[in-house]
């Protein structure tokens, strides 16, 4: 009985961590694409780009990320909310 207890004991941090990563860190394109589009809504354009940026990692031929990076990215630079450096042009 107390070799189980210590094995619970152990193991339960593993479990929970497990649970608290699935739901903080996506890890298809589609749940990119979904937080990706609640960003954009809320404004964020920057997260947003991050957001797509993932998503296009996951799936490089997904026409929505490809459009919403696209988007995200020119939102962001009328906006100001974030600067991206390409060699030579910043």
Same mark, same amino acid.
């Given at each position: 009985m107390k070799k189980v207890m210590v094995l619970v004991a152990l193991l339960l941090p593993t479990v929970l961590l497990a649970s608290v990563t699935e739901t903080v860190i996506p890890s298809t394109?589609?749940?990119?694409? !979904? =937080?990706a589009g609640n960003a954009m809504e809320d404004g964020d354009f920057g997260v947003a780009l991050l957001l797509y940026e993932?998503?296009?990692e996951r799936d490089?031929?997904?026409? !929505? =990320?490809l459009a919403g990076r696209l988007i995200a990215f020119a939102e962001s630079?009328?906006?100001?909310?974030?600067?991206?450096e390409v060699a030579g042009l910043n």
């Open positions: 394109s589609d749940a990119y694409l !979904v =937080a993932e998503a296009i490089p031929h997904s026409q !929505v =990320a630079r009328s906006f100001g909310s974030i600067t991206i």
